[in-house]
């Protein structure tokens, strides 16, 4: 396979950069189907819980759906814990680096700040601080957060609840990804829409 001359990108010349372009953009493609693998890998992850994360996922995604989301909104809720692999520590963060190129930004928001969000219902059990949400309070996003944590993320540990399974979602994740990074028409700041409409 071909390769680059240089030893440090400073060196680099068109030649080189002409290149790596096209190797770069066939990589990025490839992204969909990395994450899908990822999300399916959550299976094997942090146990404790009646259900697995990748069901965990898959339950959120699956009422987030039913409640009538929009794309964004299911996308964003099947893949708001993927960080749970190689970021425990800030797996909300991670999730929404990770989307902020290709959904609302109201989506972004909310994926990254869930964990904070999510503490109301358990903080108080291990010595966190159950109202860490309320730093936010007033953002134009909070109550999306609130309820997104409250209607799809707190509520799917249900090892009864009939989900949806990976293949439903993996047409969407798809459109998604194949969408123009940081399209102002896709990341719409400030923009809103309903979490749920059923």
Known sequence: MAQVKFTQMKDGDKADYDLLHPLEVEYA???????????VSLDESLSGYQVT??????????????????????????????????????????AATILKPFVREQCTWVVEKHGDFQMIYYGHHVGG?????????????????????????????????????????EARVHEVFARTPY????????????????
């Open 29 to 39: 493609a490839g992204t969909v189907d990395r994450l899908l693998k990822a999300l």
């Open 53 to 94: 994360r990748l069901e965990h996922s898959l339950q959120s995604a699956t009422r987030a759906e039913r409640d009538g989301a929009d794309t964004d909104w299911i996308v964003s809720a099947l893949l708001h814990d993927i960080g749970d692999i190689f970021a425990p520590y800030n797996h909300d963060e991670y």
């Open 129 to 169: 601080n159950p109202n860490k949400r309320d730093a936010y309070a007033g953002h134009a996003y909070f109550d999306d957060c609130a309820a997104f944590c409250e209607r799809w993320d707190q509520a799917s540990f249900d090892p009864d609840y009939d989900m949806l399974p990976i293949a439903h979602f």
């Open 183 to 198: 399209d102002p028409a896709v990341i719409r700041p400030g923009a809103r829409e309903p979490l749920f409409t059923a």
